[in-house]
């Protein structure tokens, strides 16, 4: 790990990792050992790794998976959810399984290609079908803290993005935490902190079997972009992603950032057909989206 100036053994790496994890969630004020935590998993390797690091430091963490009704020629959504399964019972660990389709009659490929003109990518569908569903089901089953596996190549691309374009209202909202407000579960990010080729480290020498692929609609994706040039800076300048993202949230928390003094943070409502808070006039985009497709497939 050369931005730590370090190189640790199969045993010790196995260590390193979860006391990292532990040292982030206590800096952040993620959670205790007392609170419920519901994990996102997808079968990956990042999410799985997630999972099998909270359980190992002993906090209540049960696991949610989304079926989005992805093939693109792989069985992409089949193979992750089994994979998913599989580590679950191995380890005896609760799992709560939604599908997008059986609960509102349309995958995210059906959803999109309704919404084409106004989602664009299916990306941009599942993202929101994906936000909607974790908070919704965190919030019904009583969990304190959601969590998801990103991680830092992860967070830069995102933080890269919107400084490309100054889109001060997503800065101001990105981070480790982002604490519960009403009708919002509080969302921790525990491995933000860990490099993308760590994670997969992390995940090969426990011995985690997860989904190689990537969805199969990210390819060209901006964000796999933004990735790899990120990658070529860190090549040049070891620990430029890291600088890149720990700089702009110690910024942030000091205030120094333009974006803090000069943003409001939009007014929320909740969505008269699913009471989840939105920004939106009417109905959230979310029940909006799905009510469309419905008008489309009548
Ligand atoms: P992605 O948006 O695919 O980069 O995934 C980011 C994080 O979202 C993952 O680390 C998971 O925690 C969560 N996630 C992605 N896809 C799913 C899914 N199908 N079910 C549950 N959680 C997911
Ligand atoms: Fe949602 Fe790929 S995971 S479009
Ligand atoms: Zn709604």
Redesign the pocket.
Known sequence: MRQHKLALCKEHYLEWIPEQTERFIEKYKMFTREEKIL??????K??LS?WDILIRLGYQADG?????GIDGGIDY?HE?QRL?EKFANERNLKLHVVDIEKEYGQSIPMLAESSHRGYGKPCAVC?LA?RHE?NRIARDLGYDVL????NLD?EAAVLFGNTLSWASEYLLRQGPVLPETSGLARKVKPLCRFYEREMTAYALLSGIEYIYEE?PF?EGSQSIFYKETLNQLETTRPGAKLTFYLRFLEARKSGELFIEKNVQQGVLHACPKCGQPTSTPDFCSFCRMIERANVEME
Do not use: I, P, Q
């Not at 969590?147 to 990103?150: E, F, I, K, N, P």
């Open positions: 994990v996102a998993v997808s079968g990956g990042d999410s997630l949610l998976y989304l079926g989005l959504s992750s998913t993202g994906k974790m969590a998801t596996g990103h992860d969805c990210a």
